[in-house]
């Protein structure tokens, strides 16, 4: 089934995959260090709510304006850029201060430190981020079409792989050294920017739409607004807004489950923090076998939207079962792994097909725009909510209203949009897409 795969297109997407491990696995830090971070600066539920909503609405306007930047001058030029500022602001996370000063926000007392915490959470989140939307039209752009949907899809693995990883560096560290320490782990990434430089290309398809671009339209797009004003032109409006939608509500899911698991698995569950943190490590590990599968179903067996759907209903029912029904050690990890191959396996395909809606000379605006803006903006309030569920309501409860829900209806909205066939060359998706 699985002709022979030309080399380039191929040793892109391995680059693009590593380049967003280590991207997820810098992010991922934050999530492995939140319940040390919040016993030493003493923090509410809440406060940490207001870190993460804070911090990620930063990010989210940041990496729209960065995904506009990579459509202007280049794949590879911002992915090496992107790499390095990512990197440099999650190492500044081991030199916040304690701080003694209060400020006082929404009713809650911030120090000086965790207020410089959130600006370096912020920028590391808009750079980081933007790996999605930049790798992600690399290999989109120079995939086969034939398989363009299982490179696109394997490349989502990088977000549970990265979590893994940085599981590896959380458990001797947090225990050994504490949380500070861990950050240090960012300054590994810095090195792969000369892989990139060395065996990376831009991508043929961005060279020729910016060679094709007379001198006049290249001034009219040449602004960021010219090219997020695009996105709502009468042939992609209904896509993008559906697609926004869905990725917020999903995100909402996501960014609720993700950024406090280890927390709960550590206060909620009495986990040791070094085994919540591989609890979670390893089941993400255990998640990209769902990766692998819904890439591949969504390329060969159904089509992408259809599989969509499928997974992210079986997802919410997987993780209603792990918070309600698990209780040993091995029993939740095993439940986190099957529930993380279907709700995060889910982007494997989602990517996919959001990716291919898009035009050459926006596609990384639109991911950025319809896809990286949902999903810190869901991030942002999808966490903030859950803290004030979990006073009000309890971790389960909490859980069960602000994941198993918001999941469920995001899959749903994937009905609205049209289904579109495995195979076809993306200049064939523009086509029939009257893009």
């Not at 809440?46 to 804070?54: D, M, P």
């Not at 993700?258 to 569950?269: G, K, V």
């Not at 996919?352 to 035009?359: H, L, T, V, W």
Request: proline share 3%; net charge neutral; hydrophobic share 50%.
């Amino acid at each position: 089934m699985f002709e022979k795969l030309p080399r380039y297109p191929t040793q892109a997407f391995f680059i693009c995959l590593f380049a967003y491990v280590f991207s997820q696995s810098d992010l991922a830090l934050f999530s492995y260090a939140l319940p040390e971070i919040r016993s030493e600066y003493n923090l509410e539920l809440e406060v940490i709510g207001w870190v993460i909503a804070i911090s990620y609405s930063l990010g989210a306007f940041t990496q729209v304006y960065i995904g506009t930047l990579v459509d202007r001058y280049g794949r590879k030029k911002m992915l090496s850029i992107m790499i390095f500022l990512s990197s440099l602001f999650i190492t500044l996370h081991a030199f916040v201060p304690e701080g003694k000063e209060y400020i006082i926000i929404c009713g809650h007392s911030f120090t000086l430190g965790i207020l410089l915490m959130i600006i370096l959470r912020g920028l590391a989140i808009g750079t980081g981020g933007s790996l999605y939307p930049i790798t992600g039209a690399i290999v989109t752009e120079e995939a086969p079409a034939k398989y363009r949907g299982l490179f696109a899809g394997m490349l989502q693995t990088g977000y549970p792989l990265g979590w893994f990883l940085a599981a590896i560096f959380a458990a001797p560290l947090l225990e050994e050294y504490g949380w500070r320490a861990l950050f240090l782990v960012g300054l590994i990434s810095i090195p792969y920017i000369f892989v990139v430089k060395l065996y990376l290309k831009e991508t043929n398809r961005f060279i020729i739409q910016d060679s094709q671009k007379s001198s006049q339209f290249r001034e009219a797009d040449s602004s960021s607004y010219s090219k997020v004003k695009i996105l709502f032109t009468s042939s992609l409006r209904k896509r993008a807004i559906t697609i926004f939608l869905a990725q917020y509500l999903f995100v909402i899911a996501y960014g609720s489950s993700a950024m406090f698991f280890p927390t709960y698995f550590s206060e909620y569950r009495g986990l040791k923090i070094g085994d919540s943190a591989l609890l979670v490590g390893f089941g993400n590990a255990i998640g990209v076998l769902g990766y692998i599968l819904a890439a591949y179903v969504g390329e060969f067996i159904l089509t992408r939207r259809t599989t969509v759907v499928i997974w992210t209903i079986l997802g919410s029912i997987c993780f209603m079962y792990l918070i309600w029904f698990t209780e040993g050690y091995f029993d939740t990890l095993f439940a986190f792994g099957i529930m993380s191959m279907f709700f995060y396996g889910t982007a494997a395909v989602k990517f996919a097909f959001i990716a291919e809606i898009f035009p050459t000379r926006i596609r990384a605006t639109g991911l950025s725009v319809c896809s990286s803006l949902a999903v810190n903006l869901g991030i942002a309030s999808g966490p903030l909510m859950l803290t004030y569920g979990i006073n009000w309501l309890g971790w389960n409860i909490a859980f069960s209203y602000f994941v198993a829900i918001p999941l469920i209806i995001a899959g749903l909205m994937y009905l609205v949009l049209e289904p579109l066939p495995s195979g076809l060359e993306l200049e064939e998706i523009e086509m029939k897409l009257n893009l």
